[in-house]
């Protein structure tokens, strides 16, 4: 795709955009991780520290998340404090989602997994169909920013449904529900590098594992132990993870600022 070709400023479904996610790498996963637990513990923190409750915390979270999007899809290329702004904001949508539904509603943890998986799978195959890929490194047209962006919010509330099923209701606590989900991860990363699974089934599987994984780690360290976690409060786990993605996304701000002025230096010395 050349970058110096016009492109139209009309907002459609299939206006040409530079690539607007990152690149998957360690820092990639590490950021994902942590969002993905914070919001699990921001999530907590809202509704029940600061006494907002559900409907009030959700509310306030969605509209957030929206100007947040909005701000992400009229961007011409990947910038990465919008997009892990994004990120961040999905993940605690995404755990209120769940989390209305199971404790407002009533619904069980079972059934709101099966939905969300259903939703999800549901999603991917649109995608598919209508862009012939699933593949991350494709996503350079509104419709397909689209389809990534709904697909990362079923992934988020899949997670935490999947992730509460295991440690909650099958009993097995939030320490072996992480471990269950790291084993998991693992098993996708040996069949990915060892026996050479497709890279775009590895990285979805691998991203939707993330996220209960991030979950589990977060009511692990966030709840109190008498509940099986190591009770260190939502308000000191959020602060702690939001402060090392904030350093994260500095360093990878400054990393794109570099590369995006190599160009230029590199025209400058060569004209000299």
């Known amino acids: 795709m050349s970058t110096t070709s016009t492109r139209s400023t009309t ?20 950021i994902k991780v942590l969002a993905t637990t914070v919001g699990e513990t921001a999530a907590d923190f809202l509704n029940v520290d600061l006494n907002l409750g559900l409907t009030i915390t959700s509310i306030i979270m969605a509209v957030l998340l929206v100007a947040a999007l909005i701000v992400q899809f009229r961007l011409q290329k990947y910038t990465p404090a919008v997009y892990w702004l994004a990120v ?6 995404g755990t209120l989602i ?4 199971t404790d407002s509603l009533g619904v069980p943890l079972w059934v709101t997994t099966v ?12 995608w598919a169909i209508s862009e012939k890929t699933l593949s991350i490194h494709s996503i350079f047209t509104t419709r397909r920013e689209s389809f990534y962006w709904l697909a990362v919010l079923f992934t988020f509330a899949l997670g935490t449904a999947a992730g509460d099923l295991v ?4 009993n097995l606590g939030f320490f072996v529900a992480l471990l269950v989900f790291a084993a998991a991860i693992a098993l996708v990363a040996v069949a990915y590098f060892v026996f050479h699974l497709n890279a775009v089934l590895a990285f979805w599987i691998a991203y939707i594992l993330t996220r209960p994984l991030g979950a589990s780690t977060g009511d692990l360290l966030s709840q109190p132990v008498a509940d099986g976690g190591l009770g260190l409060g939502t308000t000191g786990t959020s602060v702690l993870f939001l402060a090392v993605i904030l350093i994260l996304v500095i360093v990878l701000t400054r990393r794109a600022r570099t590369a995006d002025a190599q160009p230029e230096d590199a025209q400058l010395t060569a004209t000299a």
């Open 11 to 30: 907002f459609s479904p299939v206006r040409n955009i530079l690539t607007k996610v990152p690149e998957v790498t360690l820092i990639f996963w590490v």
């Open 88 to 93: 961040v904001l999905i993940s605690v949508v």
């Open 98 to 101: 769940t989390d209305n539904l």
């Open 115 to 126: 939905v969300f998986a259903i939703a999800l799978a549901a999603t991917f195959t649109v």
């Open 167 to 170: 440690a909650e209701g099958l």
